[in-house]
């Protein structure tokens, strides 16, 4: 390859001339001194007339000291390169400026090399007006989903009251029997009190009965009235032996008519998780109201609980009712879907199970054998302060989707 010192002044035209980009040399008197063709057809400036005159012949007054302030900054070594984007009739230029000097260091003059990126301007704004089009339609799209999102969850909700109402009904006359008892027990009390007034022994001995049958009273209705009325779905942490046991405690009246008995097995430390406790309550409403109707006269329901590998608390409902078959075991958590005798169930029980579940990120799986009876097995994460926080920015990047 040939010297570049052996290159003359023609072949440095010749290549300067070639390139597509603008290339004009201005000395240090503020001349221009060099303009290739790129150069001509882009600034609008020809060689022969403009070289030798001064640069700001290309500029208008108005920005006539603008462009003596940057030449001065040049001169005096304030700026020894330089990059600007302007605007000239209609087309976008990308200017780089470059000081020129001589082997001693001395200033010699500034090469400007000018590029026409008007179509990578435009460009560039069709991509920022397609992204801005594009974000709008995904906000517009996220508050869609979140609304449906909304909808959703707000018909989750209904249900559940709803499925709450139907196992309400299905124990009220147990709930009825369970009230009647201390009823008349209460009005023996007062019969007794009131059938002789003076005799304090008498109604010392018998009012505080009453206020106990009261008490009893009391007691229950409020769990109901408790179990019946809408909740937040604020989750929190929850030993889930706690539910379980309101769960029995709401049940137990119904269970009494068949004679079905429930055997705990529950892990000998408390198991905590985190989660909505009403939601998960009427969870195991559902599960021991199926365990009873699957059931003719007596029986039992066990339900276990353990930690499995300190990271889920496993839950199991199993019962010794008539079962399920094989072909209807993959329907079992599909809505409206019920092995019941007509109006009795809903057929939702196991469906809202199911999403309760996963909305705790658990699993539930369903075993059967006809027969021999059902077993439900639960699993969900082992609550502890460690991912608690994990759990809480999961919600929220859930509630931004």
């Keep these: 390859m040939p010297d570049s010192k052996f290159l003359d002044k023609r072949n440095l035209v010749d290549i300067l001339d070639s390139l597509e980009v603008g290339v004009v040399y201005v000395d240090h008197e503020n001349r221009f001194a060099f303009v290739n063709s790129a150069g001509e057809e882009i600034r609008g400036i020809c060689s022969e007339e403009r070289l030798g005159t001064s640069i700001l012949q290309c500029h208008s007054e108005r920005i006539h000291g603008k462009v003596l302030d940057d030449l001065k900054a040049f001169h005096s070594g304030e700026y020894a390169t330089r990059h600007k984007m302007i605007k000239s009739k209609g087309r976008y230029f990308d200017n780089n400026y470059s000081v020129v000097k001589d082997d001693e260091g001395n200033f010699k003059g500034v090469v400007l090399v000018s590029q026409d990126v008007t179509e990578k301007v435009e460009l560039e704004k069709e991509l920022k007006k397609a992204n801005e089009e594009l974000e709008k339609k995904i906000k517009e799209r996220t508050i869609e989903i979140k609304t449906a999102y909304e909808k959703l969850k707000m018909a989750q909700r209904q249900l559940m009251q709803s499925e709450k109402m139907a196992a309400i009904g299905q124990f009220v006359s147990g709930v009825a029997h369970e009230i009647n008892n201390p009823l008349d027990g209460i009005q023996n009390c007062i019969r007794m009190v009131l059938g002789d007034l003076d005799n304090k022994q008498q109604a010392e001995e018998y009012l505080p009965l009453a206020m106990e049958g009261l008490f009893k009273i009391e007691v229950l209705v409020r769990r109901l009235l408790d179990?019946?009325?809408?909740?937040?779905?604020?989750?929190?942490?929850?030993?889930?032996?706690?539910?379980?046991?309101?769960?029995?405690?709401?049940?137990?009246?119904?269970?009494?008519?068949?004679?079905?008995?429930?055997?705990?097995?529950?892990?000998?430390?408390?198991?905590?998780?985190?989660?909505?406790?009403?939601?998960?309550?009427?969870?195991?409403?559902?599960?021991?109201?199926?365990?009873?109707?699957?059931?003719?006269?007596?029986?039992?329901?066990?339900?276990?609980?353990?930690?499995?590998?300190?990271?889920?608390?496993?839950?199991?409902?199993?019962?010794?009712?008539?079962?399920?078959?094989?072909?209807?075991?993959?329907?079992?958590f599909n809505p409206f879907f019920t092995t019941k005798q007509k109006n009795n169930g809903t057929g939702l029980g196991l469906y809202l199970a199911y999403n309760v579940i996963s909305e705790h990120a658990g699993k539930i799986e369903f075993n059967s054998k006809l027969d021999e009876g059902s077993e439900i097995t639960i699993m969900l994460p082992f609550f502890n302060e460690e991912n608690l926080i994990v759990k809480q920015e999961t919600e929220s990047l859930e509630l931004e989707k």
């Design 227 to 332: 179990y019946a009325k809408p909740h937040s779905d604020e989750k929190v942490k929850v030993n889930i032996h706690d539910v379980i046991d309101d769960a029995i405690e709401l049940t137990k009246f119904k269970l009494k008519k068949k004679g079905v008995a429930i055997q705990k097995r529950y892990n000998h430390e408390p198991l905590f998780i985190y989660g909505e406790t009403h939601y998960l309550s009427q969870v195991f409403v559902n599960l021991i109201l199926n365990s009873f109707d699957a059931m003719e006269q007596e029986g039992f329901i066990t339900i276990e609980t353990y930690l499995e590998n300190n990271k889920n608390v496993k839950i199991n409902v199993k019962d010794n009712g008539v079962g399920v078959s094989e072909k209807d075991q993959a329907k079992v």
